[in-house]
């Protein structure tokens, strides 16, 4: 992306545009061959061929690519090829949250471990307290006894998953209250940090992730 095509951009709203199976990547670039400013995010999976296993990169958030634009100027991108449609009530395009896209942004940039995630709505919300993630919200799971961090795109109902050290994070609550004291369990599949053998209790945030 060029920096004339962010400069143009800036202060559009993201949406997000709906395209053919596995053909993300040739609508980004056809996207932005027309100078709209895309994001893409990807993330490398494993997969096993006949005789290797090969690194692939793939969406985070397969189908959809996010784009700012006007909503009055849409037609060229609804005629760009393998485009299906764009977000939205109707006819009318919906508005991703600017810090949504804003946090996904920064995850892919931080360099940890991305995956996708179920969408999760409900739950304890924390923020990262240091790092190069540091401020970014979202849920906390623990999938597979590891910390994850969750993301959502919630006009999606899309959520992806950042592995992150669970002492670099604390709940929003307790940093806005730092009186109240955090004995609650959320429910949904998402809970407290735990350390192994103890009661849920709020786990300081390290200096060294």
Known sequence: MSTETAQASYGLPWFAVQVKSTHEKRVTSLLQYQTYECFLPLYTSRRRWSDRIKSVELPLFPGYVFTRFTPAARIPILKTPSVISIVG???????IDECEIAAI??????GFGLSPHPFLQVGQRVRIDTGSLY??????????RRDRLILSITLLQRSVAVEIDSACIVP????????????TIPVGGVRMLRRKGSADQIIPPCTGC
Do not use: L, M, W
């Open 89 to 95: 009530i109707g006819a009318t395009p919906t508005p």
């Open 105 to 110: 942004q920064r995850a892919v940039a931080s």
């Open 135 to 144: 401020g970014v919200e979202g849920f906390i799971a623990d999938v597979r």
């Open 172 to 183: 929003i609550q307790y940093v806005h209250n730092a009186h109240t004291k955090p004995n």
